[in-house]
């Protein structure tokens, strides 16, 4: 017979891969369709009114920001530097939500919240700020089972 801290643990653990997938998922979506794209993303992030009007520094933001994207999608679905990899989608995500509610605010209109890149346009609305919330949550959620998991192991350089 399985002791309860067993099935937690292991209900836990399947809650935590089931946030990594998803989590990863969506962040291989969302930059392969800006990576798809580059210009179009730049024009997107444009409209957000963040950065100077220079086609070579939305263009190089935009392929950065896609291509940090692709990369925690990618170590996500790997299961590697799980820490640091959950840290930064955390943040990456809390940042997105705080973009999002700040060009609201304004009252800025985007027809295209870039959130997809330039093939699956969505405008942006408070709605994608939900969108954006719920993201933020699961990171949250996947980073205290994550830390939670790896509670009492270090980091030890191995050459």
């Known amino acids: 017979m399985q002791k309860p801290d067993d099935v937690s643990s292991g209900m836990a653990s399947k809650l935590r891969t089931f946030l990594r997938i998803f989590v990863g998922v969506v962040l291989l979506a969302t930059s392969t ?3 798809l794209d580059n210009a179009g993303f730049a024009e997107v992030l444009a409209s957000y009114q963040l950065f100077p009007e220079h086609p070579f ?4 933001v935009g392929l950065g920001l896609s291509l940090f994207e692709l990369l925690l999608a990618l170590l996500l679905l790997s299961n590697r530097l799980q820490r640091e990899t959950v840290s930064l989608s955390l943040l990456l995500h809390i940042c997105f939500t705080v973009v999002a509610v700040r060009t609201l605010m304004v009252g800025l209109e985007l027809p295209n ?6 093939f699956f346009q969505r405008p942006l609305t408070w709605g994608t700020v939900a969108e954006d ?3 933020t949550f699961a990171c949250a959620a996947l980073l205290y089972l994550t830390l939670k998991e790896h509670r009492g192991t270090s980091y030890r350089y191995v050459p």
């Open 113 to 118: 919240c870039g959130c997809f890149g330039v």
């Open 133 to 135: 919330v719920v993201m």
């Open 57 to 60: 520094l939305l263009l190089g």
């Open 33 to 35: 369709g800006k990576l």
